[in-house]
């Protein structure tokens, strides 16, 4: 099944499950939110086991002989992931996405930024080129390969998530049955919305590439203009890596979404210069 198919397929599925449970006023609103997103299912191996060149997170990352690592205060920053486009366009059904090259994730792990302040910008970087050659390379001033390794395969999934629910709830507020806050919501009403999420809410982690925030997608777009210009229409999801116990299996520490959103007109120039990071804790029912 290609990835088009498969895609019409989990679509088809969720918009039968939204007709099914969801408030009939809110049916269209919900199918308007079904993204499609690449989600990344990881595999934890070792380094030495990767492919120069793969896409994967953690370890040491693949860069051409030119590559300069970026630091924050004199400091390296900590590798985070690199993506290999060319392994990821057959998913990327919108064509959002560079054909070919590297993307590069760097951020700092001593001390994590949260994204909600502009003067945060310079700890984390996402480096973009299309070498013709790569070479393993370590963090410099690490005598050894830092972190246990993930390489992690793609597949597709309609992004109709917890925070579309949230906005929903908001844009239904006038009707005195939904609430603006989603906390203080009617939870009989949001049980009969609930099942719509079971397609893409799994037990399994939820890293992504495209779609929507899994969390707090008004707030952490209220960031990036707040950071980085634009306006809230302009910001769209690049990656999104979930971290933390059985979830995530990533090289750093906490329980949270690592979001990395660019401005679509800076996706489509291939200038990475202006991403930025939100990092936002996961819900409290997830351990």
Avoid at 89 to 96: I, V
Avoid at 199 to 211: A, E, T, V, Y
Wanted: charged content about 25%.
């Amino acid at each position: 099944m290609t990835p088009n198919e498969l895609y019409a397929e989990r679509r088809a599925e969720a918009i039968e499950r939204i007709r099914t449970h969801a408030p009939a006023r809110l049916q269209d609103t919900l199918i308007n939110f079904l993204r499609p997103a690449i989600a990344l299912s990881a595999t934890r191996v070792n380094d030495s086991e990767i492919t120069v060149g793969a896409s994967k997170f953690g370890g040491s990352p693949d860069v051409p002989a030119h590559f300069e690592w970026p630091t924050w205060n004199d400091t390296p920053l900590g590798f985070l992931a690199q993506i290999n486009l060319e392994e990821v366009a057959p998913f990327d059904l919108e064509n959002k996405l560079p054909k070919a090259g590297m993307l590069w994730f760097f951020v700092d792990f001593e001390d994590m930024p949260e994204g909600d302040h502009p003067d945060q910008k310079m700890r984390w970087r996402v480096s973009y080129f299309r070498p013709s050659e790569l070479a393993r390379r370590m963090r410099p001033e690490a005598e050894t390969d830092e972190n246990t390794e993930s390489i992690f395969d793609f597949k597709i999934e309609p992004a109709l998530i917890q925070g579309d629910l949230e906005l929903i709830f908001d844009i239904s507020s006038s009707d005195d049955n939904w609430l603006n806050n989603v906390e203080d919501m009617d939870y009989e009403i949001y049980e009969s919305v609930a099942p719509t999420l079971e397609l893409c809410k799994r037990s399994p982690p939820i890293h992504r590439l495209l779609g929507r925030h899994e969390e707090a997608e008004e707030e952490i777009k209220v960031d990036c203009i707040r950071g980085s210009g634009g306006n809230e229409e302009d910001w769209i999801l690049l990656l999104q890596i979930q971290t933390g116990g059985n979830y995530g299996g990533m090289p750093v520490p906490g329980q949270d979404y690592l979001s990395f959103s660019i401005k679509s007109q800076d996706l489509m120039a291939t200038d990475f210069s202006n991403v930025w990071f939100s990092r936002w804790p996961l819900p409290n029912f997830i351990d």
